[in-house]
């Protein structure tokens, strides 16, 4: 507050926020803001006050590389002082930070490390995400849709035929992509990573097909080029891609029939505690109810003891064997009489027809010649 010339107060303006005043570095052109500076050990000297220790599982199809991968990683660590065990019996990857251990960030960077060599990115590639240029982002994508089916084939969609899709978003986002299971892991920077989690969402959720974004990344890396469209807006560029819905027909919904039920139901069934009003055995007494109980068991005992051992007979009980039919003879003994018949006459028949085609008329006249005057011989003696 200050008092003016008339003794009138005037009150200072108010700033928003107590430490938003200006300050003399704001409007330096030279310097970079975004940049990240390396770390430098003698920023921290004295090292971490506590330990700090991240674990992860992972799965048993991993076990094999990452047993092999393991001593690059470690030594990977080393460099940093974070120490690294992994656990084969659990299953489980643990980074902790030592005495050693000057970065107090370069610990969430390991633990990003094991969740990357957990999703099956391969170790040199998932080294990389310690520098510092490099950051990583995990992608759950199970959750964004319900049908199995309708998932498998939006994943499918994100790779592309022969991974082309996959390819295409790497070099235009500039990021390491890598889709396994229910989860899409990518490395880059954070810029490339912001992009890379709006394609993949957009395509699960079915919003936009990836090749849509694509074609809008690459008129973007046109107009990057030219200077002169900096400060220009690029919206009349980029292509607009509107989600059609085709007016399918509706399909024809049948008549419901008109139910047989009565329109008055039917009288509740009795329940347990009603047959035994009706019998009277609700009034019995435990001793009478389980004297019940133990014939009834009996009877039941009985029974089955009985149907078993007819089971048991029915095995030994031959079977009964069919009735033999007895041909009459004497129908077969006509029917072969008959048919012997009728092969004599038709033998007779054949041999009397082949002498009729064998006879020789000059040597017939010859012996009928001869035979007559034997006869005349005869009668004149």
Not at 148 to 171: D, M, V
Request: charged fraction near 35%; aromatic fraction near 6%.
């Amino acid at each position: 507050m200050e008092n003016d010339q008339n003794g009138v107060v005037q009150r200072k303006p108010k700033v928003k926020g107590k430490h938003d005043k200006p300050k003399p570095w704001d409007d330096d052109p030279n310097i970079d803001r975004w940049k990240i500076e390396k770390f430098d050990p003698s920023w921290n000297e004295g090292g971490m006050l506590d330990v700090t220790s991240f674990s992860t599982l992972f799965p048993r199809y991993r076990e094999k590389y990452l047993q092999d991968a393991w001593p690059s990683v470690k030594s990977a660590l080393k460099e940093y002082g974070i120490t690294c065990e992994l656990n084969l019996v659990e299953g489980s990857m643990t980074v902790s930070t030592t005495r050693k251990t000057r970065d107090p960030y370069i610990i969430v960077k390991a633990r990003d490390l094991i969740k990357l060599l957990s999703r099956s990115v391969p170790a040199p590639q998932a080294i990389k995400v310690l520098n510092d240029e490099m950051q990583c982002d995990i992608i759950k994508i199970s959750n964004l849709v319900r049908s199995k089916e309708k998932f498998i084939k939006r994943r499918q969609r994100l790779i592309g035929p022969n991974s082309s899709t996959l390819k295409a978003l790497e070099i235009l986002t500039g990021c390491y992509i890598l889709i396994q299971g229910n989860t899409v892991a990518s490395m880059g920077s954070f810029k490339g990573l912001k992009l890379v989690r709006r394609i993949v969402e957009d395509c699960i959720e079915n919003k936009m097909h990836p090749i849509f974004h694509i074609k809008i990344l690459m008129v973007r890396k046109e107009l990057e080029k030219d200077p002169t469209m900096a400060l220009e807006n690029w919206d009349r560029f980029l292509p607009k891609f509107k989600k059609k819905n085709l007016n399918q027909p509706k399909p024809k919904q049948s008549k419901k029939k008109k139910s047989d039920k009565p329109p008055i139901p039917p009288p509740q069934p009795p329940s347990k505690v009603d047959i035994q009003l009706e019998t009277g055995e609700y009034f019995m007494s435990d001793k009478v109810k389980s004297a019940k109980k133990w014939q009834e068991q009996q009877e039941k005992q009985a029974r089955k003891t009985a149907e078993n051992k007819r089971k048991r007979e029915a095995a030994f009980v031959p079977p009964e064997e069919p009735a033999i039919q007895d041909n009459k003879p004497d129908n077969g003994d006509k029917n072969v009489t008959a048919l012997a018949t009728s092969l004599k006459k038709k033998a007779k028949e054949y041999g009397k027809q082949k002498l009729i085609e064998n006879v020789n008329p000059e040597a017939y006249l010859a012996e009928y010649g001869e035979s007559s005057k034997k006869k005349s011989k005869r009668s004149k003696s």
